[in-house]
């Protein structure tokens, strides 16, 4: 079948990747992809959110199968635009419509669904502009650390924790009265700050039955020990020490049953991937968030790691026939590190030379932010590439993916020396 991939980042090349693997696929397409993508995959200049072009282009290319890696056109609706056009609803779809997608597009809306369906996370509460007064009344009573979230999608910025009962109220006023994050700042939640490690479980369901993909671990701080601001994501890693079968076992049920119970008990038929955030606090699971599609760069090291053939379960996602499918999952370890351009998360330069790409290291190396320029290629993003190696543990797979990306250079780049040290000697 022809398949449709959406997104330009190191989530989607790695999913082109692996779909390309299986005996399923015969053309594949990115819409708008990367350099990366246009050496395995053919690049087709639509924009993400321009659903009447990718709608007309499914059919001009007959595409059966379109897989949504980012959030943008989830949370926008672009399955109820597939759905609502009867030229375009035969057309598979993994991502689900906007009332699935509120899981990740509105933070109010997927905390106010764990407590209805009894999934454990922390407590919060919501507030509006017009309850300010409540809002500091609430941050009086609170103890800091307070972590407060806008509601809407921020760019993955919305999330800001305060050390203080007096830094929070004035970020709360920045995000409600100043609209820091504009709409999305519309609504903002109080909640309480989870200490803990954080792990990313990945499920893809037809909204009936699942199968759950290899766990990964993502780094977000820029600086090396966790420090400094948060980004996309430095790297990722899977599998994760302490995710051992016991503690995925309580995830399972404490989780991800309920989940998907929750969703078919609200009528909402989700087809896709659910992204769970998960806090393990003392050994307990706690749901931070849910996101409506994989990670980044999780996914970069979670693809390696499946042997199955993902087309097969990703048409089995959007047919609704997951029941019975399993997932066979490679024992080996996988370590991402992302390369970025300097200055990143703040403001960076693009149109930077890449060097050292044709230098035959072991690791996969996935696109994020590159582009084309003649013979050459060029860095076009703050996340440029995401380097991911493979070893029989985790240091061997931290080795290979180090050595890769020594040989790559250019103006300005960044790494983590760091991805997968705090799991080296991880003791609970
Ligand atoms: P989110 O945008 O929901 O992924 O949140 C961004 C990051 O903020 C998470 O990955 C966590 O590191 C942190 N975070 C979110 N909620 C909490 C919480 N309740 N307690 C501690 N850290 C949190
Ligand atoms: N790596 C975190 C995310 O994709 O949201």
Redesign the pocket.
């Known amino acids: 079948m022809n398949i449709l991939v959406i997104g330009n980042g190191g989530r989607e090349h790695a999913l082109a990747w692996k779909i390309r693997q299986s005996p399923l696929c015969e053309k594949i397409f990115v819409a708008p992809g990367n350099a990366g993508t246009a050496s395995i995959a053919e690049n087709v200049a639509i924009d993400v959110d321009d659903f009447a072009a990718l709608g007309k282009f499914c059919i001009a290319n007959n595409v059966q199968l379109v897989v949504v890696g980012p959030e943008g056109p989830l949370v926008k609706g672009i399955r109820d635009y597939f759905q609502n056009d009867p030229s375009l609803r035969p057309i598979l779809m993994v991502g689900p419509d906007t009332q699935g997608a509120q899981l990740e597009g509105s933070?109010d809306f997927s905390k106010k669904f764990m407590l209805r369906h009894n999934i454990p996370?922390?407590k919060?509460r919501t507030f509006s502009a017009s309850d300010l007064d409540q809002a500091f009344d609430y941050i009086s009573s609170c103890k800091p650390?307070i972590?407060l979230?806008a509601d809407g999608l921020?760019a993955?910025?919305?999330?800001i924790?305060s050390l203080s009962q007096g830094e929070a109220k004035a970020v709360v006023k920045e995000m409600l009265i100043n609209k820091r994050f504009g709409q999305a700042s519309a609504k903002v939640l109080i909640?309480?700050?989870?200490?803990?490690i954080?792990l990313s479980v990945f499920v893809l369901t037809d909204g009936k039955d699942y199968v759950i993909l290899p766990e990964a671990k993502?780094y977000?701080r820029i600086g090396e020990g966790d420090l400094g601001p948060?980004t996309g994501g430095m790297g990722a890693v899977s599998p994760v020490v302490f995710a051992d079968a016991a503690f995925m076992k309580r995830i399972e049920e404490e989780v991800v049953k309920p989940t998907i119970a929750g969703l078919i008990h609200e009528g909402i038929d989700y087809k896709g991937f659910i992204f769970v955030?998960i806090?393990n606090v003392g050994g307990n699971p706690?749901v931070?968030?849910y996101?409506a599609r994989m990670g980044d760069p999780e996914t970069q090291a979670v693809m390696p790691r499946i042997k199955s053939d993902l087309v097969e379960l990703l048409v089995a996602s959007a047919k609704g026939e997951m029941k019975g499918k399993q997932i066979e999952i490679d024992e080996h370890h996988a370590v991402t590190i992302a390369l970025v351009s300097g200055g990143y998360p703040g403001d960076y330069e693009k149109g930077k030379v890449i060097r050292g790409l044709e230098k035959d290291g072991k690791a996969l190396v996935f696109h994020a932010g590159t582009k084309k320029h003649g013979e050459g290629i060029l860095t076009d993003g703050g996340r440029v590439l995401a380097v991911s190696g493979k070893g029989n543990s985790l240091n061997e797979a931290r080795e290979q993916a180090y050595q890769t990306a020594a040989h790559i250079e250019w103006d300005g780049l960044y790494y983590r020396k760091d991805i997968g040290q705090d799991l080296m000697n991880y003791k609970g």
């Open positions: 933070k996370t922390a919060a650390p972590v979230k921020a993955g910025k919305g999330v924790i909640e309480e700050f989870l200490n803990g954080e993502d977000k948060n955030g806090m706690f931070i968030e996101n």
